[in-house]
């Protein structure tokens, strides 16, 4: 059964704090996404991936950082992290872009204080 | 910036009952549309999806219909149970795009 799995689930950051979320999944689809939802807007798409190696900007990517250094792999970084900036974040992949079922993670809930 | 509109925020239904959600969209090139199902503290998972070349798709106890020329969708849930309580997001996306655009949800309640 297809799996995307991420960690932590719960993060509590400080403001200015380094924070990298990560994000594994066990179908072998190409594509990868980041996203958050926040009550009232919905998922947001962050940053996404077509592949190992590459990193594309989604709709909201100020202040997130991507990686995707293999095909199972895809971080998030919050290099200078900020109240803005929590929220629950998710991770998805995909096999045949904005048309295919996107499978998600659970989710990692994050708080920066 | 692309926009997918959901109605309405939250719901409440009786046991039994049909459910209603809607969304409404803006770019034309959109052409695939799926619903999403979420329970608290999991993540989101396909529901039921339509094609822009399609009005209806039925799967079980929920139907979507889409009004191309009024650029609309909807989901209904027949006999609705406490057990389909949850977020419902409706999505959509074009053709040869990475980008899937979600509303912002609808919070069902379905009392027993």
């Not at chain 1, 719960?10 to 594994?24: D, H, M, Q, W, Y």
């Not at chain 2, 803006?26 to 009005?55: H, K, M």
């Not at chain 2, 419902?88 to 074009?94: P, Q």
């Amino acid at each position: 059964e297809a799996a995307v799995t991420q960690s932590p689930r719960n993060k509590v950051a400080v403001t200015g704090g380094k924070v990298t979320l990560s994000c594994n999944q066990t179908n072998n689809h190409n594509n990868m996404y980041w996203y958050r939802q926040d009550t009232g807007h919905g998922l947001r798409l962050i940053h996404y991936s077509y592949g190992a190696g590459s990193t594309e900007k989604g709709d909201i990517p100020d202040g997130y950082k991507a990686s995707r250094p293999s095909q199972e792999n895809f971080s998030l970084i919050l290099e200078l992290a900020t109240p803005s900036q929590t929220s629950v974040y998710f991770c998805a992949s995909g096999d045949r872009g904005g048309q295919d079922t996107q499978y998600f993670g659970p989710g990692t809930r994050l708080l920066v204080l | 910036q692309q926009q997918v509109r959901q109605s309405p925020q939250s719901l409440t239904v009786w046991e039994g009952g049909t459910t209603v959600l809607t969304c409404s969209y803006e770019d034309s090139t959109f052409n695939y549309f799926p619903w999403y199902q979420q329970f608290p503290g999991e993540g989101p998972a396909l529901l039921i999806s339509i094609l822009s070349v399609s009005d209806k798709k039925e799967d079980g106890r929920f139907t979507t219909f889409f009004n191309k020329r009024e650029k609309k969708l909807s989901l209904h849930i027949i006999d609705s149970q406490p057990g389909d309580s949850a977020t419902y997001f409706c999505a959509a996306s074009g053709t040869g795009g990475y980008k899937v655009v979600f509303g912002s949800g609808t919070r069902l309640l379905v009392s027993p």
